[in-house]
């Protein structure tokens, strides 16, 4: 994994240093709200409905064990022993003192982890597949590409006050994990007839209020344009992007008001001034951070384990847990392993100080000392020996993070909610936990399938709710709390946007929906079918019906 360089350390120290002395001058008086509201969200920090809440990067989801016991004693030291992953790799912490913030953020540097812009109008954390490096399916590996466009924008001095912020994921793989399509920038790693690396540029994908996928604007864009070409897409953005509506700022907007192909060829002409110019990649350079990357040192070993195929055939628990924990790995004789953050009675995404650690330790002695941090809000380890599998699982359960649940219903992803965000419109982990509640019956849960259900306190999506198979968003109806359901999103390479199935539900009312619509899935599937499948076949209006008892209800679509 990527390790700092002196220039690095130099950056980070220098701002934590900065807003330090800006911390401090806002306490004493000197610096108003609105003058300190930028500076604060420069360096991760939030004030939301209980006080400040951190937001921590965690570029392209990867992350050395020492790395995850600095934010489990920071999260057990300056906060209530827990931290929140996000569907961007975050870690955000919620019960912190403003005046420990900086503070916080120089242990931090020590380890080489900053908050530095997963916040604000800039260019936020770049993301990518939680499988990036080990996929077997992989074209290349992203995380050299990720690494290059951090440094790239990190504090890149045209692009820190753009009209919105700005999301950018890459994807690596034949089959999308990283979502580019509903991202300001998606960046798909392809190899010409030539065998030479590029990209598929999509740009103008979103979620929120106006949910669009991102159109492509070149379908190869060779790799050592990679930096130029950004940069002439994010100037034509920060020239006409609005900045007069919140709501209307973010580059899906501009994309579709001018036309992908208008869009486009004003890329274009601005490149054409850029192209071939400093910015162009060189081999060099690249070789230097892919250096950083290089594969652990695998031990050659025979695929297909015989005492971890023996434990799997003896131990019907692990056996379940290998069906949906364990994934395939590029490289013979080794595995992929989520460990769940999933377990009921715990928020979504949640990890304890003591369950960070207990994954840090297991990333230490079976997986070359990284983890990954998913889209799903899981935490990964990428390189397990399949032979000390059946001792990962022991170990993994006894913290609490072993839910043999991976894709499943219960495995489902939410957002904070209103219990701690100041823009929610309603609580999302009252719902994720009745959800989990209605469906803990392991054997259920396997019945049902694959089925990827989102939940989002408000419009702002960060629970991708219209990717979901089922999506949940928060609505205020005359200051109370309702629920509309849309059906049919997914991501990946076919990704769609979910469509609204009728009026929103009361939160009382939520699970008994929910569970009517998986009873309708499991009364007009096929075999084989996932729940996503039997909709594509059959429309939304099978599922509407059963949604809705009472034909009525369905036509009082809720506003919001």
């Known amino acids: 994994m990527y390790k700092y360089d002196d220039y690095d350390h ?11 002395g800006q911390t401090e001058r806002y306490l004493a008086g000197e610096l108003s709200d609105d003058e300190f509201r930028p500076l604060r969200l420069q360096n991760g920090l939030y004030i939301q409905r209980h006080g400040p809440m951190l937001r921590l990067a965690v570029p392209y989801g ?156 070149r379908e190869f864009l060779p790799w050592h344009d990679l930096l130029s070409y950004t940069e002439a897409l994010v100037r034509v953005f920060n020239r006409h992007g609005r900045r007069d509506n919140a709501y209307k700022a973010r580059i899906k907007i501009l994309v579709k008001a001018l036309g992908a192909a208008e869009f486009a060829r004003q890329v274009d002409a601005e490149w054409s001034h850029l192209k071939d110019g400093p910015s162009t990649l060189t081999a060099a350079e690249v070789a230097r951070v892919s250096a950083q990357f290089a594969a652990p040192d695998y031990e050659t070993l025979a695929d297909g384990d015989l005492c971890h195929l023996a434990h799997q055939r003896e131990d019907k628990a692990f056996a379940r847990w290998v069906e949906r924990n364990v994934h395939a790995h590029k490289v013979p004789g080794y595995a992929a392993v989520t460990l769940s953050l999933k377990k009921p009675g715990a928020a979504p995404g949640d990890a304890t100080s003591e369950q960070m650690e207990a994954a840090a330790d297991l990333a230490e002695r079976y997986s070359f000392g990284e983890i990954r941090v998913s889209h799903e809000q899981n935490l990964i380890l990428a390189d397990v020996p399949q032979r000390e599998l059946y001792t990962v699982w022991h170990r993994a359960k006894a913290a609490g993070l072993a839910s043999p649940t991976v894709g499943l219903i219960q495995d489902l992803i939410a957002c904070p909610g209103g219990d701690f965000c100041g823009l929610a419109n309603a609580r999302s982990l009252p719902i994720a936990a009745a959800i989990q509640e209605r469906f803990e019956d392991l054997d259920y849960q396997h019945d049902i399938g694959e089925l990827e259900l989102n939940i989002s306190g408000c419009m702002n999506s960060c629970g991708h709710h219209h990717l979901g198979a089922i999506g949940i968003l928060g609505v205020d109806k005359n200051g109370e709390e309702w629920y509309q359901v849309t059906l049919g999103g997914r991501q990946g390479n076919d990704a769609h946007i979910g469509e609204v199935i009728g009026r929103a539900f009361a939160a009382a009312e939520v699970a008994d929906a929910v569970e009517r619509l998986i009873g309708a899935y499991l009364a007009h599937r096929h075999a084989d079918e996932r729940f996503i499948d039997t909709f594509d076949r059959l429309g939304v209006e099978p599922f509407r019906t059963a949604a809705y008892p009472n034909p009525n209800q369905s036509r009082r679509v809720a506003n919001g």
């Open 62 to 217: 990867l992350i050395s064990a020492r790395q995850l016991r600095r934010f489990a004693d920071v999260a057990r030291r300056y906060d209530r022993g827990f931290g929140h992953f996000t569907t961007r790799h975050n870690l955000q912490l919620n019960w912190l003192k403003l005046e420990d913030a900086p503070e916080i953020l120089a242990e931090l540097a020590a380890d080489e982890l900053h908050a530095i812009q997963t916040s604000g109008n800039c260019i936020r954390n770049v993301t990518t597949d939680h499988f990036a490096g080990v996929a077997a399916d992989e074209i290349a590996d992203p995380r050299p590409w990720a690494e290059i466009l951090r440094q790239w924008s990190t504090f890149h001095p045209e692009f820190a006050y753009l009209p919105r912020k700005f999301k950018v994921a890459i994807s690596g793989s034949r089959e999308d994990r990283a979502a580019i399509q509903v991202h300001d920038l998606g960046l798909q790693l392809l190899r010409d007839d030539a065998g030479e690396i590029g990209f598929r540029v999509h740009a103008g994908g979103g979620l929120g209020r106006t949910p669009l996928l991102g159109p492509v604007l």
């Open 10 to 20: 130099t950056i980070v120290r220098a701002r934590v240093a900065q807003f330090r």
